[in-house]
């Protein structure tokens, strides 16, 4: 008999989840204004809202923090995860940030002015809100594809090289750089070929620009590209990652993802003259040039954890288990973005609950709907995230409305991914009797998601 799939792992140390009966929920989640990130982490039984800075380290990560160097300038600790960026990324200069936004800060202050035109593929919340706060614009160049779930497209994080070109042509002069997401957190947690980002390095050749790389799930990114671009399926993770990293001039990075630690991010770069520039930045906003927004222990879990992310036994554990997630919601028949995501499962509200208006936020709905169903929280990207035009002060709709369910690494069991699926196909089974959303009570003018005050529609 052929074995089955087991883990690459065993457990060391364990953490007390909280069960809750729905009763609980109904008055947690009114209080908290039907806003999940208002909820106490102990009113919430399996927390899929983020796999952002909710990894589980190894037992060598914990060890590394015990060597960290919290000299203030010159720590080993900065020399080691300087060594692992160069070895996994080939980029000689980096700086380190106390997370990804923080780069994109730092990046953007010098990258970014008022009227600029930043193109790329699904930018991120915060990429958008650091573009859109300096009175710049981010237009989106993702392929079609990736906006019909139902299409199986193996790489639907794809720049679209039509699309990014004719956006080259009439902004030329307003364009310092593009910024591809790797892989495109907003699209599904979709992947972006090598032989696009090949294309994209050509465009920007010819145009004369840089090429910046989001690079928050870069490991599973090349995950599947070893999977689904045949020219690479014998080639090793890290080859596959020095490969597509050679085609960038810098890199923001929320190592919070496949760097598996709790808090940190980075910017590498190529180039001395760019790093230089944004080293001043980064002493005002972050720290001095060797620890910037980081503890020396936790650079070096993090030197740690970008080894062991690019290890195939463990993104084969990993893929496997988001995918084991959306198996059982397709077989279920509740829509969800194919092929699969690296990190999550994003469930298709408009599909799911058609019945509920757009104005009424349907994927909040949703994320809602599975709360009081069982304790699981996951999270809107939809219209809640997608905050108002910033010149009409319109909702945005954008042409996605998901539920997101990120898993967080190393955390949670199969045990755990069935019982979220079986509370999910629960609500699909009763999905016609729910017909009216939420309507907002408060918001702030960027990011309204985060602080949003909701009451449900009667
Ligand atoms: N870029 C991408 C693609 C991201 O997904 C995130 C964060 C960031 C940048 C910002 O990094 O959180 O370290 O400041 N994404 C988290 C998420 C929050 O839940 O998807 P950060």
New binding site residues.
């Given amino acids: 008999m052929e074995l089955p799939y087991a883990e690459p792992f065993r457990i060391k140390m364990v953490e007390h989840i909280y069960p809750s009966t729905r009763q609980q929920r109904e008055e947690w989640i009114r209080q908290a204004k039907y806003n999940l990130f208002n909820l106490r982490s102990q009113q919430v039984f399996v927390d899929l809202l983020?796999d952002?800075g909710t990894g589980a380290m190894s037992d060598h990560q914990w060890a590394e923090l015990m060597l960290g160097d919290e000299s203030y300038a010159g720590a080993s600790s900065y020399y080691k995860l300087k060594q692992a960026i160069k070895e996994i990324f080939g980029f000689e200069y980096f700086l380190p940030t106390h997370?990804?936004?923080?780069a994109e800060n730092v990046l953007f202050s010098v990258l970014v002015k008022e009227g600029d035109i930043v193109p790329g593929n699904s930018h991120?919340d915060?990429?958008k809100g650091h573009i859109e706060f300096r009175k710049a614009q981010a237009i989106d160049c993702t392929i079609d594809e990736a906006f019909d779930t139902d299409i199986e497209h193996p790489f639907k994080g794809n720049v679209d090289p039509n699309k990014l070109e004719d956006v080259l042509k009439k902004y030329n002069d307003k364009i310092r750089f593009i910024i591809v997401?790797l892989t495109n957190?907003t699209a599904g947690g979709q992947p972006v070929s090598l032989e696009n980002l090949r294309q994209v390095r050509q465009l920007a050749d010819k145009y004369g620009k840089l090429v910046v790389y989001?690079s928050?799930r870069f490991a599973e990114n090349a995950y599947f590209i070893k999977m689904r671009e045949a020219q690479y399926k014998d080639w090793s993770i890290r080859d596959i990652v020095k490969e597509m990293f050679s085609l960038a001039d810098a890199m923001t990075m929320?190592s919070?993802?496949d760097g598996i630690v709790n808090i940190g991010?980075f910017i590498g770069f190529r180039d001395r003259e760019l790093f230089r520039q944004a080293t001043v930045f980064n002493i005002m906003f972050e720290g001095f040039v060797t620890y910037g927004g980081m503890a020396g222990r936790d650079m070096n879990a993090l030197a740690r954890g970008l080894h062991e992310s690019t290890e195939l036994d463990y993104l084969q554990y990993r893929m496997r288990q988001v995918a084991y997630l959306g198996q059982q919601l397709v077989d279920y028949g509740i829509p969800v973005q194919k092929p699969f995501g690296g990190h999550a499962i994003f469930i298709d509200a408009r599909k799911f609950l058609p019945h509920v208006p757009k104005e009424e936020f349907q994927a909040q709905t949703l994320a809602l709907e599975l709360y009081k169903e069982a304790g699981v929280r996951g999270v809107e990207i939809g219209t809640l995230l997608a905050d108002r035009d910033p010149v009409t002060g319109e909702n945005r709709y954008p042409k996605l409305e998901f539920v997101r369910l990120?898993i967080p690494r190393r955390v949670y069991t199969d045990n755990h991914i069935d019982y979220v699926a079986t509370a999910l196909k629960n609500i699909f089974d009763r999905r016609h009797e729910i017909n009216h959303g939420y309507r907002i009570i408060y918001e702030a003018p960027i990011l309204r998601h985060f602080t949003v005050e909701l009451e449900p529609v009667e």
């Fill in positions: 983020t952002s997370q990804g936004r923080a991120f915060t990429t997401t957190n989001d928050a929320s919070k993802k991010g990120a």
